[in-house]
């Protein structure tokens, strides 16, 4: 989802050099992978009334802004603190739109889980039991997504939210452990109980499916 580290080291050095161009590359080089983050985490009816384009350049700009106390101490992944300022800006703009819309996003949600994202929820599905999906059920796969990105909405805000981070935008547990400011084994664990919660979610309602 975020581009190579190598290039991105390379322009963050010459950029405490005082390179503009460096930092005008740097900034133009993480544009899509920024839209691709605030297309999926902002919620639907709020995209509707703000255009992400415009999300995705408040964030460019206020990065740019303050890329020397970041420089002078990167205390995570360029992209990491990027994703930070754009994590923000997102909940930011769902605060806004629950205030002048009377709570019109159903879900008290800092952030929303992904919708319609079908090929990363049908993997999370195969991954946490039905393995037999195959390319040819094309309806089942289609269920299944839906019902996988269902059961995250039920879920505690710390649970989805690391579900979505390694699922849907595709974190390593070291990016995720270094977001969240956790060490990796916690982490991990924290991960471990949210995919065994959500199990848990799903077969429940394939027992009431059943019943």
Not at 51 to 67: K, M, P, T
Not at 131 to 139: E, M, Y
Not at 153 to 169: G, K, L
Request: proline share 2%; no cysteine.
């Amino acid at each position: 989802m975020w581009p190579e580290s190598d290039q991105t080291l390379e322009l963050l050095d010459k950029a405490r050099t005082g390179d503009d161009v460096a930092v005008n590359q740097l900034m133009e080089r993480h544009r899509d992978s920024l839209r691709h983050l605030i297309r999926m985490r902002l919620d639907q009816k709020i995209r509707r009334r703000i255009d992400v384009s415009d999300v995705v350049q408040d964030v460019l700009i206020e990065a740019n802004r303050r890329l020397n106390v970041y420089l002078e101490n990167p205390a995570m992944s360029f992209h990491l603190w990027l994703r930070q300022i754009a994590r923000d800006r997102i909940i930011d703009a769902h605060r806004r739109h629950r205030a002048s819309a009377r709570r019109s996003v159903d879900k008290e949600r800092s952030m929303s889980v992904p919708q319609g994202y079908d090929h990363s929820s049908i993997r999370l599905a195969s991954q946490i039991g039905d393995t037999d999906l195959t390319p040819a059920a094309a309806a089942l796969q289609k269920e299944m997504a839906r019902r996988v990105e269902t059961a995250i909405t039920q879920m505690d805000e710390h649970d989805s939210e690391i579900i979505i981070m390694r699922h849907y935008e595709n974190l390593s547990n070291q990016e995720i452990a270094e977001s969240l400011e956790l060490t990796e084994p916690a982490a991990s664990m924290r991960y471990l109980r949210a995919i065994r919660r959500l199990r848990s979610l799903m077969e429940q309602e394939d027992s009431s499916i059943a019943d």
